[in-house]
């Protein structure tokens, strides 16, 4: 940590600069999770046979990517978006996920020079971004990964002191509780389930993140930003359609844990 501490002081534009390079492999990575994990899930398989095989090919033509062709950000920019080999188009979310992440980690730790603020951050952005968009497709929170989030909440803090430990594992507890409770009482009162269990798992992760004292900001933050949602994506969805929680709860964790590192809400 002191040594990040002390490389960050000495270099900032060239520590931001390797930062967004970081991120923009682990985006790539990043984007191979949020691509093959659902199926790799429903085929039953282990999380690195899943995730590792085949090697990165063309989903069209089954083409082996060299490794130029492999490269964040710049494959996708110098193929313009396009296999090599059989020219059809690579998804633009994959170049989306790597830019996004770039951007994200070179921009908090510009913003949060201490390490264990912006490393808390980059963590945190590697979990929900993944569980954003595989529950926008598949409306499916992959314990593969809520469940590491919690334990890893309840480490950082123990390691860091960011939060009492005692408070982040309240945090844990109440998230869980507060979204298995609202499940039940929407179930007798409706008979429909209103919310999925992987929303209760990922509300306790965050709760280890942020503690119990910011849930009720954090729920209202994912419960407006759902209806936004809502509103906009209505029109093509019609009525019934299910909205997914997850990516509420997402944005509502990086919103209300970069507000806590900034000191604006305990
Ligand atoms: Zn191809």
Redesign the pocket.
Known sequence: MSLLLMLRDQFPLQFCIMGGILGAILGSFLGVVVERLPASIQAEETMTDGLMYPPSH?A????SLRWWENIPLLSWLLLRGR?V????AIPARLLMIEAMTSLFFALSCWGFPEPQDFLSLWIVWCALLPLTLIDLRHLLLPDAITQPLLWGGLLWNALTGHLLLVDALYGAVAGYLALWLLYWFFLLLTRREGLGFGDFKLLAALGAWVGWQALPTLVLIAASSSIIFYFFTRQHSGKNTIIPFGPGLSVAGIIVLTLQLADYIV
């Open positions: 063309c069209q033509c089954q083409h296999c080999h059989c020219h059809t």
